[in-house]
Protein backbone atom coordinates (compact mmCIF):
# COMPACT_ATOMS: atom_id res chain seq x y z
CA UNK A 1 0.00 0.00 0.00
CA UNK A 2 1.43 3.41 -0.46
CA UNK A 3 3.07 4.88 2.53
CA UNK A 4 3.38 8.84 1.32
CA UNK A 5 0.32 10.34 -0.39
CA UNK A 6 0.36 13.92 -1.33
CA UNK A 7 -2.35 16.33 -1.54
CA UNK A 8 -3.54 18.01 -3.34
CA UNK A 9 -2.23 16.23 -6.77
CA UNK A 10 -2.27 19.45 -8.21
CA UNK A 11 -2.02 23.05 -7.43
CA UNK A 12 -2.03 26.55 -9.60
CA UNK A 13 -1.19 29.77 -8.13
CA UNK A 14 0.24 33.37 -8.87
CA UNK A 15 3.84 34.72 -8.16
CA UNK A 16 3.82 35.62 -5.13
CA UNK A 17 1.70 33.50 -3.56
CA UNK A 18 2.71 30.70 -1.09
CA UNK A 19 2.03 27.00 -1.88
CA UNK A 20 1.60 24.61 0.35
CA UNK A 21 1.61 20.86 0.13
CA UNK A 22 0.64 17.86 2.13
CA UNK A 23 2.02 14.48 2.95
CA UNK A 24 0.08 12.04 4.52
CA UNK A 25 1.51 8.59 5.69
CA UNK A 26 0.70 5.11 7.43
CA UNK A 27 2.89 3.80 9.65
CA UNK A 28 5.88 4.82 11.68
CA UNK A 29 8.61 6.84 10.44
CA UNK A 30 12.17 7.73 11.19
CA UNK A 31 12.30 10.37 8.58
CA UNK A 32 10.35 12.19 6.22
CA UNK A 33 12.61 13.77 2.82
CA UNK A 34 10.62 15.95 0.19
CA UNK A 35 12.04 16.17 -3.00
CA UNK A 36 11.90 18.58 -6.36
CA UNK A 37 11.51 17.48 -10.19
CA UNK A 38 11.48 19.48 -13.09
CA UNK A 39 9.97 18.48 -16.06
CA UNK A 40 12.31 16.20 -18.08
CA UNK A 41 14.53 15.83 -14.87
CA UNK A 42 15.49 13.65 -12.24
CA UNK A 43 14.36 14.54 -8.38
CA UNK A 44 16.58 16.70 -6.24
CA UNK A 45 16.40 16.61 -2.73
CA UNK A 46 15.16 19.67 -0.86
CA UNK A 47 15.46 18.80 2.81
CA UNK A 48 14.86 15.92 5.35
CA UNK A 49 12.84 15.91 8.51
CA UNK A 50 13.54 13.47 11.66
CA UNK A 51 10.79 11.86 13.58
CA UNK A 52 11.87 13.64 16.76
CA UNK A 53 11.77 17.24 14.73
CA UNK A 54 8.16 19.44 14.39
CA UNK A 55 9.56 21.78 11.88
CA UNK A 56 11.96 22.53 9.60
CA UNK A 57 13.08 25.75 7.28
CA UNK A 58 15.65 25.96 4.49
CA UNK A 59 15.41 29.34 2.54
CA UNK A 60 11.61 29.56 1.32
CA UNK A 61 11.15 26.55 2.23
CA UNK A 62 9.15 25.76 6.04
CA UNK A 63 8.59 21.80 6.55
CA UNK A 64 6.36 20.63 9.63
CA UNK A 65 6.20 17.02 10.68
CA UNK A 66 2.93 16.18 13.04
CA UNK A 67 3.64 12.14 13.68
CA UNK A 68 0.50 11.97 15.69
CA UNK A 69 -1.28 12.88 12.77
CA UNK A 70 0.81 10.95 10.37
CA UNK A 71 1.04 13.86 8.01
CA UNK A 72 3.58 16.14 7.02
CA UNK A 73 3.13 19.44 5.18
CA UNK A 74 5.85 21.61 2.89
CA UNK A 75 5.00 25.21 2.54
CA UNK A 76 6.84 27.25 -0.12
CA UNK A 77 6.62 31.48 0.67
CA UNK A 78 6.41 34.24 -1.96
CA UNK A 79 6.65 31.65 -5.18
CA UNK A 80 8.49 32.20 -8.15
CA UNK A 81 7.85 30.76 -12.14
CA UNK A 82 11.02 29.13 -11.25
CA UNK A 83 9.14 27.07 -8.43
CA UNK A 84 6.86 25.01 -10.90
CA UNK A 85 7.83 21.64 -10.81
CA UNK A 86 6.36 18.19 -9.10
CA UNK A 87 7.02 17.93 -5.36
CA UNK A 88 7.53 14.38 -3.98
CA UNK A 89 7.79 13.26 -0.40
CA UNK A 90 9.63 10.23 0.88
CA UNK A 91 8.83 8.17 4.16
CA UNK A 92 11.96 5.92 5.58
CA UNK A 93 11.36 3.20 8.06
CA UNK A 94 13.51 1.47 9.90
CA UNK A 95 10.97 -1.36 10.60
CA UNK A 96 10.84 -2.04 6.51
CA UNK A 97 13.88 -0.75 5.46
CA UNK A 98 12.38 0.93 2.71
CA UNK A 99 12.19 4.83 1.40
CA UNK A 100 8.61 5.29 -0.11
CA UNK A 101 7.79 8.06 -2.40
CA UNK A 102 4.60 9.26 -2.72
CA UNK A 103 2.52 10.19 -6.03
CA UNK A 104 3.44 14.35 -6.08
CA UNK A 105 2.02 17.42 -6.67
CA UNK A 106 2.25 19.45 -9.46
CA UNK A 107 2.69 22.64 -8.72
CA UNK A 108 2.23 25.64 -11.63
CA UNK A 109 3.39 29.38 -10.60
CA UNK A 110 1.79 31.73 -13.06
CA UNK A 111 3.85 34.75 -13.70
CA UNK B 1 31.04 17.86 -10.94
CA UNK B 2 28.63 16.04 -12.91
CA UNK B 3 26.70 14.13 -9.73
CA UNK B 4 24.85 11.00 -11.26
CA UNK B 5 25.06 10.53 -15.57
CA UNK B 6 22.62 7.87 -16.64
CA UNK B 7 23.01 6.59 -20.36
CA UNK B 8 21.30 6.76 -23.12
CA UNK B 9 18.98 9.77 -22.48
CA UNK B 10 15.80 7.66 -24.55
CA UNK B 11 15.46 4.70 -26.13
CA UNK B 12 13.21 2.60 -28.20
CA UNK B 13 13.34 -1.60 -28.02
CA UNK B 14 11.00 -4.05 -29.58
CA UNK B 15 9.38 -6.59 -27.68
CA UNK B 16 11.81 -9.52 -26.51
CA UNK B 17 15.25 -7.43 -27.26
CA UNK B 18 17.51 -6.59 -24.71
CA UNK B 19 19.63 -3.66 -23.32
CA UNK B 20 21.75 -2.05 -20.72
CA UNK B 21 21.09 0.87 -18.80
CA UNK B 22 24.53 2.45 -17.48
CA UNK B 23 24.28 4.45 -14.59
CA UNK B 24 27.78 6.00 -12.88
CA UNK B 25 28.47 8.56 -10.02
CA UNK B 26 31.44 10.19 -8.95
CA UNK B 27 30.87 11.40 -5.45
CA UNK B 28 32.47 8.01 -4.18
CA UNK B 29 28.88 6.60 -2.76
CA UNK B 30 28.18 3.97 -1.37
CA UNK B 31 24.70 3.47 -2.15
CA UNK B 32 22.94 3.01 -5.41
CA UNK B 33 19.67 2.41 -6.44
CA UNK B 34 17.94 1.74 -9.53
CA UNK B 35 14.10 2.99 -10.22
CA UNK B 36 11.05 3.56 -12.64
CA UNK B 37 8.59 6.09 -12.51
CA UNK B 38 5.05 5.46 -14.40
CA UNK B 39 2.67 7.70 -14.42
CA UNK B 40 0.17 7.98 -11.04
CA UNK B 41 2.55 5.20 -9.52
CA UNK B 42 5.09 7.38 -7.91
CA UNK B 43 8.90 6.07 -8.17
CA UNK B 44 9.18 2.51 -7.05
CA UNK B 45 12.61 0.35 -6.23
CA UNK B 46 13.82 -1.88 -9.07
CA UNK B 47 16.98 -2.92 -7.36
CA UNK B 48 19.48 -1.23 -5.38
CA UNK B 49 23.50 -1.78 -4.12
CA UNK B 50 24.65 -0.98 -1.02
CA UNK B 51 28.45 -1.61 -1.84
CA UNK B 52 30.45 -2.64 -4.88
CA UNK B 53 30.22 -6.27 -5.24
CA UNK B 54 26.62 -6.49 -3.90
CA UNK B 55 22.94 -6.04 -5.13
CA UNK B 56 19.34 -6.69 -3.61
CA UNK B 57 15.98 -6.64 -5.04
CA UNK B 58 13.65 -3.59 -4.59
CA UNK B 59 10.09 -3.70 -4.25
CA UNK B 60 9.44 -4.69 -8.63
CA UNK B 61 12.63 -6.38 -9.61
CA UNK B 62 11.06 -9.18 -12.08
CA UNK B 63 12.08 -8.36 -15.29
CA UNK B 64 15.21 -6.71 -14.43
CA UNK B 65 19.02 -7.63 -13.74
CA UNK B 66 21.90 -5.43 -11.84
CA UNK B 67 25.62 -5.85 -11.33
CA UNK B 68 27.88 -3.36 -9.60
CA UNK B 69 31.48 -4.33 -10.50
CA UNK B 70 33.13 -1.20 -9.68
CA UNK B 71 31.83 1.40 -7.09
CA UNK B 72 30.90 4.14 -9.35
CA UNK B 73 28.92 1.90 -11.89
CA UNK B 74 25.60 0.52 -11.25
CA UNK B 75 23.75 -1.48 -14.39
CA UNK B 76 20.69 -2.01 -15.02
CA UNK B 77 19.79 -5.06 -17.76
CA UNK B 78 16.53 -5.85 -19.43
CA UNK B 79 17.34 -9.37 -20.72
CA UNK B 80 13.97 -9.21 -22.95
CA UNK B 81 11.57 -6.04 -22.60
CA UNK B 82 8.07 -5.87 -22.47
CA UNK B 83 5.73 -3.48 -23.21
CA UNK B 84 5.35 -3.48 -19.26
CA UNK B 85 8.45 -2.15 -18.89
CA UNK B 86 8.08 1.04 -21.20
CA UNK B 87 8.60 3.62 -18.68
CA UNK B 88 11.08 6.31 -17.15
CA UNK B 89 14.02 5.04 -15.81
CA UNK B 90 15.82 7.16 -12.39
CA UNK B 91 19.59 5.77 -11.11
CA UNK B 92 20.43 7.36 -7.46
CA UNK B 93 23.10 7.63 -5.19
CA UNK B 94 23.08 8.26 -1.54
CA UNK B 95 26.28 8.05 0.77
CA UNK B 96 25.54 6.14 3.42
CA UNK B 97 22.02 4.13 4.21
CA UNK B 98 18.72 4.00 2.45
CA UNK B 99 17.49 6.87 5.13
CA UNK B 100 19.78 9.21 3.63
CA UNK B 101 18.92 11.63 0.81
CA UNK B 102 19.67 10.55 -2.39
CA UNK B 103 20.73 12.11 -5.66
CA UNK B 104 19.44 11.26 -9.16
CA UNK B 105 20.47 11.37 -12.54
CA UNK B 106 18.64 12.85 -15.14
CA UNK B 107 16.43 9.94 -16.48
CA UNK B 108 16.25 7.10 -18.90
CA UNK B 109 13.21 7.33 -21.09
CA UNK B 110 12.63 3.77 -21.95
CA UNK B 111 9.29 2.71 -24.80
CA UNK B 112 8.79 -1.16 -25.65
CA UNK B 113 6.82 -1.29 -29.29
Known amino acids: SQQGEEDPQALSIQEGENATMNCSYKTSINNLQWYRQNSGRGLVHLIL?????REKHSGRLRVTLDTSKKSSSLLITASRAADTASYFCATFSSNTGKLIFGQGTTLQVKP | NAGVTQTPKFRVLKTGQSMTLLCAQDMNHEYMYWYRQDPGMGLRLIHY???????AKGEVPDGYNVSRLKKQNFLLGLESAAPSQTSVYFCASSPLGRDQPQHFGDGTRLSIL
Open chain 1, 49 to 53: IRSNE
Open chain 2, 49 to 55: SVGEGTT
